[in-house]
């Protein structure tokens, strides 16, 4: 069976360029970067070759780059280098509907004894600055907010809520996850102090990403041990994957227009023929604030993970923000901070595309997901009219 | 994702009994579109009393599907008051167990019959749990915490939240989930103490059930130590006919001591009644 994979919000396909890059690394070139030989200390050029392309990417300097282990890690160290810089400042701001590396730091700050400013958003899943203006205070450390929401995609207004933290005298950071490679990011254009990226959401390996920390910043790391990174990050690099991350940074500068485009015209016949053609559907997030490649989209009346595990059965691969896909039993903090009903949330389905999804895989989700929900609502008791 | 059985991907994928009978003589119907998950169930009883025709209409997971079409398969035949001994342990072991976080899909099965069965005797519609709601969240009642946990053994608020969603949602009631269970597990240990009224009848289903459950439990790893085993061949009425393999086979006390071994463990664990039979198969 082939697979349809409509969930690259959740990972990617290693790009065939990125891999063939990386391969020498997990093969003969496998010296230490911080060897004293040149068989070891060779490897040191592909990392800075690595770190300038990344760099590139987002308009910053290559010494503005520390690699890391995920987008959680970069966003774990930002928030708390920030937090360590000023101990008078112990108050944090964020969102409701951040990524769990985020989330569920700022819960872990709360009960540690930190106030934390939890942001609201509007039925479109779009955050206010204006109350970003109001929650910022005098002792306010860090401001967090995503750049784009990964189960709505929605595209926050980071640079005005940036300038707003800046005005305040306190650091911003952004996690960036999702952002990064679809939608241009130019850091010399910006204020932001702290930017998370991650390898495996733009066609790179999992297990590798980065922190863009801005010139001039205090930053105190979270992983102490060797000098790797200029200090800011011990550990031995991850020389193959960072390589990789690299690679796959100068891809998407050169397909970003594609994801701009063609991915964004995929996605929206993919949205507009299921919302036509499945009633009772609604889309979730702002209609054109949003990332091109992520369609949410609720079918009323029946339950995400009972849609997911019948798509699975045709190859069609996709997420939800049901409760019972979770193992919890609530269904997405991101819905619920929408104020989507709960109805609809356990409904909840999540495509994202890719620059490797095609028209044709596009015309098989179009064709065959309406009547799986037409058999589920055939089972429910819901959505039959007064009737019922 | 989950660890579905393939008796749970079948039910899911082929759901049976699926929809309404039109001039049912009873509906049962539990669970609401906000929590997740809901199950509407439709009897049709014949003049013997014996169930003609189950169907159901559910909104929910795979689980909570394959629980329900598991359900209709179960109780159709059987008599009302057969029905009305049909366990949430049932349901999941028809469908060769659930993962633990699913289990409450099978306590909704049972509730959606109970709630059926309440209906045809012309009571309230609607589960007729006593008590008071604990758990906020989900509407559970402290009845319906303490039933999930004498029937199905439970020892932590973890466990409650898996089988009846109690605690799932804020957590703020999960120190009253552990005070019920405390309470729960004390009246145990009185009944224990004093010799109650006998426990309700089993359905045939549930003592092969717990017969087999016995014999996997607390008779094989037993006869293992010695290098023999024994197999379950059949159960007639309250004779349960094994054959002993290994070196149990053939063993002159056999027939006389491993039987009785046997024989006394089921009666233990399953019904007093139990007589073990050994034969050739």
């Known amino acids: 069976m082939r697979t349809v994979y409509l969930d690259n919000n959740a990972t990617t396909r290693i790009a065939p360029e990125v891999l063939e890059a990386m391969l020498p690394f997990l093969g003969d070139s496998y010296g230490n970067p911080s060897s004293m030989h040149s068989f070891g200390g060779g490897v040191r050029r592909h990392i800075d070759r690595a770190r300038g392309q990344v760099a590139a990417l987002i308009g910053a300097d290559a010494e503005e780059i520390i690699f890391t282990g995920s987008g959680t890690e970069g966003d774990n160290t930002a928030i708390l280098s920030a937090l360590k810089a000023d101990p008078t400042r112990a108050h944090v701001v964020t969102t409701r509907v951040e990524h769990p590396a985020v989330l569920a730091l700022g819960k872990q700050l709360e009960r540690e004894g930190r106030r934390v400013f939890w942001l609201g958003v509007d039925a479109e899943g779009m955050l206010d600055p204006d109350e970003v203006r109001a929650a910022v205070r005098d002792c306010t450390g860090v401001v967090s907010v995503m750049y784009a929401n990964n189960e709505t995609g929605v595209v926050f207004p980071v640079e005005e809520v940036a300038a707003i933290a800046k005005a305040c005298g306190c650091a911003f950071h952004t996690d960036a996850v999702q952002a990064v490679g679809k939608v241009p990011i130019d850091m010399r254009r910006s204020v932001i102090d702290y930017l998370a990226l991650s390898g495996h959401k733009l066609h790179a390996p999992k297990g590798v990403g980065a922190l863009y920390i801005r010139k001039g910043t205090k930053f105190n790391p979270l992983i102490v041990g060797g000098h790797q990174e200029m200090g800011r990050r011990g550990g031995t690099e991850n020389v193959a994957s960072i390589v990789g991350l690299g690679a796959a940074c100068e891809l998407a500068a050169r397909t970003m227009e594609e994801e701009r485009t063609r991915v964004k015209a995929l996605r929206d016949r993919l949205e507009r023929e299921l919302l036509s053609r499945a009633p009772d559907t609604r889309l979730n997030g702002h209609p054109a604030r949003r990332l091109p490649n992520t369609a949410n989209i609720s079918f009323e009346y029946v339950e995400g993970e009972a849609i997911l595990l019948r798509l699975n059965e045709l190859g069609i691969c996709a997420s939800s923000g049901s409760a019972c896909t979770s193992g919890s039993l609530e269904p997405s903090h991101v819905l619920r901070a929408m104020g989507v009903p709960y109805t609809a949330a356990h409904g909840s389905v999540r495509f994202s595309l890719s620059r490797y999804t095609t028209d044709e895989e596009i015309d098989f989700a179009i064709e065959r997901v309406p009547p799986i929900i037409r058999e589920l609502r055939a089972i429910s008791p819901f959505g039959r009219g007064p009737a019922k | 994702m989950w660890d579905y059985s393939e008796k749970v991907m079948d039910h899911f994928l082929h759901p049976r009994n699926v929809g309404e009978i039109p001039g049912a003589d009873a509906v049962g119907e539990v669970g609401n579109i906000a929590c997740g998950d809901a199950l509407k169930l439709y009897l049709k009883i014949d003049p013997d009393g014996r169930v ?230």
């Not at chain 2, 589960?127 to 604990?134: D, H, K, L, Q, S």
């Not at chain 2, 009944?191 to 549930?206: C, D, H, L, V, Y």
């Not at chain 2, 006390?253 to 039987?259: D, E, F, K, N, R």
């Open chain 2, 52 to 281: 003609a025709d189950a169907k159901f209409q559910t909104f929910g997971c795979a689980s909570a599907i394959a629980s329900a079409s598991a359900l209709t398969e179960i109780i159709k035949g059987m008599t009302v008051e057969e029905a009305g001994r049909v366990t949430n342990d049932d349901i999941a072991r028809h469908l060769g167990g659930l993962p633990k976080e699913k289990m409450h899909c099978s306590v909704m099965g049972r509730e959606a019959l109970e709630a059926a069965l309440a209906n045809l005797r012309g009571e309230k519609p609607v589960p007729a749990e006593e008590g008071r709601i604990v758990c906020t969240c989900f509407g559970v009642t402290d009845a319906q915490i303490a039933r999930v946990v004498r029937e199905n053994r439970l020892t932590t608020p973890e466990e409650v939240t898996h089988y009846c969603k109690a605690g799932g949602g804020c957590g703020g009631c999960v120190p009253e989930i552990q005070e019920i269970i405390d309470e729960v597990r004390r009246k145990e240990l009185e009944k224990e103490t004093r010799p109650g009224p006998a426990a309700r009848p089993m359905t045939n289903i549930q003592k092969i059930g717990r017969i087999q459950e016995t014999i996997e439990k607390e008779i094989k790893p037993a006869l293992r130590l010695d290098g023999g085993d024994i197999e379950l061949i059949d159960v007639v009425g309250n004779t349960v006919q094994v054959a002993f393999r290994g070196a149990c086979a053939g063993c002159p006390a056999s027939g006389v001591t491993v039987a009785s071994v046997v024989e006394r463990k089921l009666r233990e664990f399953v019904s007093p009644e139990i007589t073990v039979e050994e034969v050739q198969g």
